[in-house]
């Protein structure tokens, strides 16, 4: 396992690369060219900027979230092809910088999704949180400006405002996809990839849905372990993997973590590790990453990757926004260091022997 954190890149993320460094056990970050949108090709030498500015810093790039995937491959639309050959050629590029781990999502429409980026808690910290009644209320059109108005003017990964600006046309884009087609459009682009995966040695890591149901009634096809299952098993290939994010898979109290780590075994290359308090059905908040302040065994987690032999990045997840610390939501330095080590201590106990 090599512990890292996310790192949003220049000019996009308030944390530096020289505190990051600071946080004991961290050799890596995960990152992306952030300003890149879904369906251009990444330019090498922007690639191999970032990295030399990461390994300058003493750092290394451990894997990419994410590269994003082009609405015409989700829906496939006429183009589908052709912006699958970009996907393919960012993918070499990606190879060339020395990267082989990259993570993706394939959601519609919004790559995640929040009633609430400031949700107060007793002790005076935030954090971000999500009520399902909320989201009955409002319009999907109005939902980038309500999750923007709260965002501390940070730009959100998947919010990204020229993609937000035409939310009524990916609905539209949306309207007559089913999860039986979505998932065979997944299966298109990942039997598409596969050759390229295997040439260059890239391990694809698929983000499950945030949060694990369906959202204004659009297609959901990553929010279990039946579909986790399907999905490796259809594309049987070890590069076909699986980024495992147990705050996203944990908002529903019906998903058993540590099970569905154990029957993933050798798909997980790349862990997010949170925590997440069920405050009811279909009402959440994210929590510190300490078991006893959410709702997940953290311990039973982190032994069960343990256990399948994981050896990919695993980076804290979404942490609560302390210390009057400004930034992205869910990404501030603080809470995120406070949890990458207390994970580091469940590590190095399992590594010892612990029972
Ligand atoms: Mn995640």
């Given at each position: 396992m090599e512990m890292t954190?996310?790192?949003f890149g220049p000019g996009f993320d308030p944390v530096t690369l020289d505190k990051i460094r600071q946080v004991p056990a961290v050799t890596g970050v995960i990152t992306t060219l952030y300003g890149v949108p879904p369906g251009e090709e990444w330019k090498k030498e922007d690639l191999l900027a970032l990295k030399k500015e990461v390994e300058d810093n003493g750092l290394r790039i451990a894997?990419?979230?994410?590269v994003n995937i082009h609405d015409s491959?989700?829906?496939?639309s006429p183009e589908r092809d052709k912006y699958i050959e970009k996907y393919i050629n960012t993918l070499k590029v990606v190879s060339q910088a020395g990267i082989n781990l990259v993570c993706y999502n394939f959601m519609a429409v919004f790559d995640w999704t929040r009633s609430d980026l400031a949700k107060p808690r007793p002790d005076g910290a935030n954090v971000m949180a999500y009520q399902q009644k909320f989201i009955d209320e409002i319009n999907p059109d109005t939902m980038f400006d309500v999750i923007s108005a709260k965002s501390q003017g940070h730009v959100l990964p998947g919010w990204e405002p020229e993609?937000?600006?035409?939310?009524?046309?990916?609905?539209e884009l949306y309207k007559n996809i089913d999860d039986k087609t979505l998932f065979a459009n997944l299966e298109y682009f990942l039997k598409a990839i596969m050759p390229t995966c295997e040439k260059y040695?890239?391990?694809?890591?698929?983000?499950p849905d945030d949060p694990a149901w369906p959202v204004f009634g659009l297609p959901r096809?990553?929010?279990?372990?039946?579909?986790?299952?399907?999905?490796?098993?259809?594309?049987?290939?070890?590069?076909?993997?699986?980024?495992?994010?147990?705050?996203?898979l944990g908002s529903s109290p019906s998903n058993d973590i540590p099970d569905i780590i154990r029957s993933l075994k050798g798909r997980i290359h790349f862990a997010h590790v949170r925590n997440v308090k069920h405050n009811g059905p279909g009402d959440f908040e994210e929590s510190a990453h300490?078991?006893?302040?959410?709702?997940l065994d953290m311990y039973a987690i982190m032994k069960s990757l343990y256990?399948?032999?994981?050896?990919?990045?695993?980076r804290p997840d979404h942490g609560r926004c302390i210390w009057g610390e400004t930034s992205m939501p869910g990404y501030g330095l603080y809470d995120r260091a406070i949890g990458l080590s207390y994970l580091s201590g469940i590590w190095e106990a399992l590594q010892k022997g612990g029972k």
């Open positions: 954190m996310r790192w894997g990419i979230e994410s491959i989700k829906t496939a993609r937000m600006a035409k939310v009524k046309e990916l609905f040695g890239i391990l694809m890591a698929i983000h096809i990553v929010k279990n372990k039946e579909d986790l299952q399907r999905l490796v098993k259809t594309v049987d290939n070890p590069h076909n993997g699986v980024t495992l994010c147990t705050g996203s300490l078991s006893s302040d959410g709702s256990d399948i032999g994981f050896d990919g990045p695993l």
